[in-house]
Nanobody, 115 residues
């Protein structure tokens, strides 16, 4: 069993930056594919970044060049650096750990991009 806790959300102006962090307990994250997802009001949850156990990284075009995912297996954390934020990035951001058919989710952290 893995417990995930996200932090770092908040209110930021357009063009600003935020760094989200996901801390894990209960198991080492090193064996999991880690991902950050987001869900805006009235929309489906979507993947914004993922990183494999070998360090392979994937981003959708909507955040490519602006978001950076990283993992620190020694600290059992995963981070999401978000730059050049846009109002359309406003959402609840969730951390996910996946391995085969098993998937764990955090409770999310709210990011609001507004002037």
């Amino acid at each position: 069993q893995v417990q995930l806790v996200e932090s770092g959300g908040g209110l930021v102006q357009p063009g600003g930056s935020l760094r989200l962090s996901c801390a894990a307990s209960g198991s080492s994250l090193s064996i999991y594919i880690m991902g950050w997802y987001r869900q805006a009001p009235g929309k489906a949850r979507e993947l914004v970044a993922s990183i494999t156990t070998g360090g392979g990284i994937n981003y959708p075009d909507s955040v490519k060049g602006r978001f950076t995912i990283s993992r620190d297996n020694a600290k059992n954390t995963v981070a999401l650096q978000m730059n050049s934020l846009k109002p359309e990035d406003t959402a609840v951001y969730y951390c996910n750990a996946a391995r085969y058919s098993v998937s764990y989710w955090g409770k999310g952290t709210l990011v609001t991009v507004s002037s």
